[in-house]
């Protein structure tokens, strides 16, 4: 798994390539939570280069949801790949998040 | 890891291939357990997003067994059985680890902005995917047998 960060005037988009399954969704837990203790609450994530996407994985996604929103942000997500996209939905975590066709849009919606 | 091509019992001969494979429990080898269920899912002529959601059942499984069968316990392995013939694919997943019936547990909903419950996504997720799921005690071995004979099109 790789993550590139990128930051915006008002949101920091962080891009997920590869696998995220339990051996690694502690990495992004570990760079989502630095960025946060930044001070950083609105986030865009890019998952156009998500290969696998297991429950582990989403378990980040959700409790980075649940810290930002109650300090106000939100996390966004962007340029689903259709493996990201069918992992979530069969989660059952689509109707938690806010989702962008492309980056950019996700990043004006803030 | 052990590496096995089991051959197939004569009434199942012509048209099933089985392999068969184990092992350390650990997180680190779901990259290899999705490997034999490509394969075999490519053996079934299953499409790449039926072959992909076969892959996340399984690996689904087998992180039940990593974390809640061996709860983290060094040592453990888990054996993934594939039996793959033209549309149907059944993986079967072995473990000596205690008792543990994924199929025991009530299926979660789809969460909400008020219910943003996290546990129990991944057994939600083999039960989408696949068509039959069976647990079986079998002496000291848990037995989970996945199998998967439609396409998959969507959650």
Request: glycine share 10%; aromatic share 6%.
């Given at each position: 798994m790789e993550i590139k960060t990128q930051p915006y005037e008002r949101v920091t988009v962080v891009a997920v390539e590869g696998r995220v399954d339990s051996a690694s969704a502690g990495d992004l837990e570990a760079e989502l939570k630095r960025l946060i203790e930044e001070g950083k609450a609105s986030f865009v994530l890019d998952l156009s280069g998500v290969e696998f996407l297991s429950s582990s994985g989403l378990r980040v996604l959700v409790t980075t949801l649940k810290t930002v929103r109650k300090a106000g942000g939100d996390l966004r997500l962007a340029a689903m790949s259709q493996r990201a996209s069918d992992a979530i939905e069969l989660a059952g975590l689509d109707p938690l998040f806010k989702t962008y066709e492309d980056r950019e849009a996700a990043v004006a919606s803030f | 890891m052990r590496t096995a091509k089991q051959p197939s019992p004569p009434s199942e001969a012509a048209t099933a291939e089985v392999s068969r494979q184990t092992f350390p429990a650990e997180s680190e080898q779901l990259r290899q357990v999705c490997e034999?269920?490509?394969?075999?899912?490519?053996?079934?002529?299953?499409?790449?997003?039926?072959?992909?959601?076969?892959?996340?059942?399984?690996?689904?499984?087998?992180?039940?067994?990593?974390?809640?069968?061996?709860?983290?316990?060094?040592?453990?392995?888990?054996?993934?059985?594939?039996?793959?013939?033209?549309?149907?694919?059944?993986?079967?997943?072995?473990?000596?680890?205690?008792?543990?019936?994924?199929?025991?547990?009530?299926?979660?909903?789809?969460?909400?902005?008020?219910?943003?419950?996290?546990?129990?996504?991944?057994?939600?997720?083999?039960?989408?995917?696949?068509?039959?799921?069976?647990?079986?005690?079998?002496?000291?071995?848990?037995?989970?047998?996945?199998?998967?004979?439609?396409?998959?099109?969507?959650?």
């Open positions: - | 034999s269920v490509r394969e075999a899912a490519s053996l079934c002529g299953f499409d790449e997003r039926t072959s992909y959601a076969c892959q996340l059942a399984t690996c689904e499984a087998v992180e039940n067994v990593i974390q809640h069968g061996y709860r983290g316990a060094a040592g453990g392995q888990v054996t993934v059985e594939t039996r793959a013939r033209p549309g149907d694919l059944v993986v079967e997943i072995v473990d000596d680890a205690p008792p543990f019936d994924p199929t025991s547990y009530p299926l979660v909903s789809d969460a909400s902005p008020d219910d943003m419950q996290v546990g129990g996504r991944g057994i939600l997720m083999i039960h989408r995917v696949m068509d039959d799921v069976h647990y079986e005690r079998r002496g000291n071995k848990n037995h989970l047998r996945l199998t998967k004979n439609r396409a998959f099109t969507g959650a």
